[in-house]
């Protein structure tokens, strides 16, 4: 939640001083850099802001650094409000600035609480994502001293405090990078989540940050730096970035990156280079990322599986470096998630006990740690994270470390925090996504978890190697068969679009469909605010029907006929019992099936795969059903409303 950008640099041949008082730690400086500082910090960090709203759209606000001291501006609403703003009052260039993108945690979504917030009579201007726990006992300490507050922000506490710091280092005599010091002195005394960025006007070609719990990832150029909360914050401009560690400071000049702990000892990071491009993160063409990345599902699956088995046809798993003796002891695979990443997580548990006959739980991340779980040594804890930002599901991993548990992460997002602090890491290969309901990560993450659960079979030898390469030749097909999918949903997208005056739409399913039905449910909840619940269809007459009246739409994902001829004739009773009472249905079925349509008011038909791979496949007609439906109510599918990609905060 809340988008972050930070920007430096230098005109070509400007040379500016270098930090003092600050750790020599210049293990990423580029002293080759004397062509860099191509750039102005408004642009680069209302670029990075236009790649960050995703994050949060409740306000924007930048400042830079001018001739005349820092000059800041800020609007309620969406980054365009921010942008008409600009072109009514313009800033000067600047080499120096911050931005950020808000979802509002303490304060409504206005102009005053929107950030950047300034402190030291003007002359410092701070960003913040996360919560300051402890703001309230700050606030009354810095009353006490004289300070005002214009805002309801814990936010405008954050910076007061970093201006009184400062103000008493300067006071006191100190020198050098005092903002850096002042950073690491504010950062002892808050609580909470944060990344902080500040600027100050005694110091121009200087940023700071601060962070605990709340993303930051450094971009590395050539006589400019760049701070961002992932790296579409600066993807335009670099493709070399630095993961950090918790608990750091890091501070950018034109040509320096210094890493520091709150205490001002030399801290580390870690390079990595980001292998999309920032194409990868435009709509290429499409309405919506939504739409777009709905359409990226086949790559997105297929880069996923690419070069995971060796010239003898076992399968591997590179990142897994986790011991194997440790992986063959596991008792119990504990999945934590929440969201759409959960039902990913409920989706594999079929597969995974199926394969490895290993118990396996699938828990919201955000319940698991508050009733006292049993996780021990051999506990497998695979934490699903297409962020890798995700509070909850962070806390969680951190726990179950501590009771002594392995973890695995699945994540989409290089250099984020969950990885970091995992065991081991899979990633998915889904590439940037951008649109706040999640599509494309969710059928990363289902094969991701495929294939652990595969290696597992294979390292414990519960499935043969042509067991395990029958199953990888099928997913090896899903590609193809969700372009199938694609290329003929109208049908499906009309039905979406005719059904936007519907007040709720239900959704069945069972075995595998049952969490393909929760996230269709969710799909329609997020984007089209209307009642959507998604239910397990033998639980029907266990209370749900009740639900049912004449017109009820209802979306039933149907097992396959073929392979599940038990399980798809109880289905089919269940729709029975549901038309009895009224229900329209529209029921997503393997090609063939044409049994269904004596019992359904519309079908739309998916290939055939086997059972386990069916959720690669029915999740997508559901999500195209809620795309259409909520951009035929007019609203936005990108940003809805109240929501923010990241969730980083608990
Ligand atoms: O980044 P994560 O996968 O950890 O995010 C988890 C959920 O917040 C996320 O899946 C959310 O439910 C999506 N908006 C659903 O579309």
Same mark, same amino acid.
């Given at each position: 939640m809340c988008g972050i950008v930070g920007y430096v640099g230098r005109e070509r041949g400007q040379v500016l001083s270098t930090l003092e008082?600050?750790?020599?730690?210049?293990?990423?400086?580029?002293?080759?850099?004397?062509?860099?500082?191509?750039?102005g910090a408004l642009d680069v960090v209302m670029e990075g802001l236009r790649r960050l709203e995703y994050r949060g759209y409740d306000s924007a606000g930048v400042a830079v650094l001018t001739p005349s001291g820092i000059e800041s501006r800020k609007k309620a609403g969406k980054l365009t409000n921010l942008v008409q703003e600009l072109a009514a009052e313009p800033l000067p260039r600047s080499l120096t600035g911050i931005g950020h993108t808000r979802w509002a @945690?303490?304060?409504?979504? @206005?102009d005053q609480n929107a950030h950047p917030h300034l402190a030291d009579q003007g002359r410092l201007a701070l960003i913040h994502n996360g919560i300051i726990e402890n703001y309230a006992e700050l606030k009354a300490e810095l009353l006490a001293e004289g300070l005002t507050f214009i805002?309801?922000?814990?936010t405008e506490v954050a910076a007061g405090l970093l201006g009184v710091i400062y103000r008493g280092l300067k006071d006191g005599g100190a020198k050098g990078d005092v903002l850096t010091l002042a950073m690491q002195q504010a950062c002892q005394r808050l609580e909470g989540a944060f990344t902080l960025l500040a600027i100050h006007e005694?110091?121009?070609g200087v940023v700071t940050a601060g962070r605990r719990n709340s993303p930051l990832v450094v971009g590395l150029g050539d006589g400019e730096n760049f701070l961002g909360s992932d790296v579409s914050g600066f993807i335009d401009f670099t493709r070399r970035a630095v993961e950090l560690g918790q608990d750091q400071i890091v501070t950018i000049t034109p040509d320096d990156v210094v890493i520091t702990d709150f205490f001002g000892n030399p801290a580390e990071g870690t390079e990595f280079h980001?292998?999309?491009?920032?194409a990868a993160a435009e709509k290429g063409g499409y309405d919506s990322f939504m739409e777009k990345e709905i359409h990226d599902q086949p790559d997105a699956v297929g880069q996923t599986l690419l070069g995971r088995s060796d010239i003898k046809g076992n399968l591997v798993l590179d990142e897994l470096r986790i011991d194997e003796s440790i992986l063959r002891s596991v008792d119990k695979i504990v999945v934590l998630a929440c969201g759409t990443s959960a039902y990913a997580g409920q989706v594999a548990k079929y597969a995974i006990e199926h394969w490895c006959r290993i118990p396996t739980e699938v828990e919201l991340s955000h319940e698991f740690r508050y009733r006292d779980p049993i996780v021990n040594e051999k506990t497998l804890v695979v934490a699903i994270s297409q962020s890798g930002e995700t509070m909850d599901t962070l806390m969680a991993v951190r726990y179950a470390r501590e009771q002594g548990a392995k973890v695995v992460a699945i994540c989409n997002t290089n250099g984020s925090t969950i990885p970091r602090e995992s065991d081991a890491v899979l990633y998915t290969h889904a590439g940037p996504e951008i649109a706040v309901a999640s599509t494309k990560a969710f059928l990363a993450q289902i094969t991701a978890a495929y294939l652990l659960g595969l290696y597992l079979a294979q390292l414990r030898g519960n499935k043969f190697r042509d067991e395990i390469a029958t199953v990888m030749e099928d997913l090896t097909e899903i590609p193809a068969k969700i372009q199938t999918v694609l290329d003929n949903a109208d049908k499906i997208k009309q039905l979406g679009a005719d059904m936007s005056e519907a007040k709720s739409v239900l959704f069945l399913g069972r075995h595998v469909g049952f969490p393909v039905a929760m996230e269709g449910a969710l799909k329609l909840k997020e984007l089209a605010y209307i009642h959507a619940e998604g239910f397990a269809a033998g639980e029907l007459k266990h209370g749900p029907i009740a639900l049912i009246e004449e017109g009820q739409p209802v979306v039933v994902v149907m097992p396959s006929s073929s392979a599940r001829n038990s399980l798809h004739a109880k289905v089919v009773s269940n729709v029975q019992e549901i038309r009895a009472r009224g229900a329209v249905t529209i029921v997503i079925a393997?090609?063939?099936? @044409?049994?269904?349509e004596a019992y359904s008011e519309h079908v739309f038909y998916v290939p055939a795969t086997p059972t386990l791979l069916a959720p690669l496949l029915t999740t997508v007609p559901l999500q195209i059903f809620a795309l259409a439906l909520a951009s035929a109510k007019g609203y936005d599918v990108d940003q809805p409303r109240n929501l923010a990609k990241s969730v980083t905060v608990e």
């Open positions: 008082n600050v750790p020599p730690a210049v293990e990423f400086a580029d002293s080759s850099a004397d062509e860099g500082g191509r750039h @945690t303490h304060g409504g979504p @206005t805002s309801d922000t814990d005694d110091q121009p980001v292998n999309w491009d920032a393997e090609e063939g099936d @044409t049994s269904v």
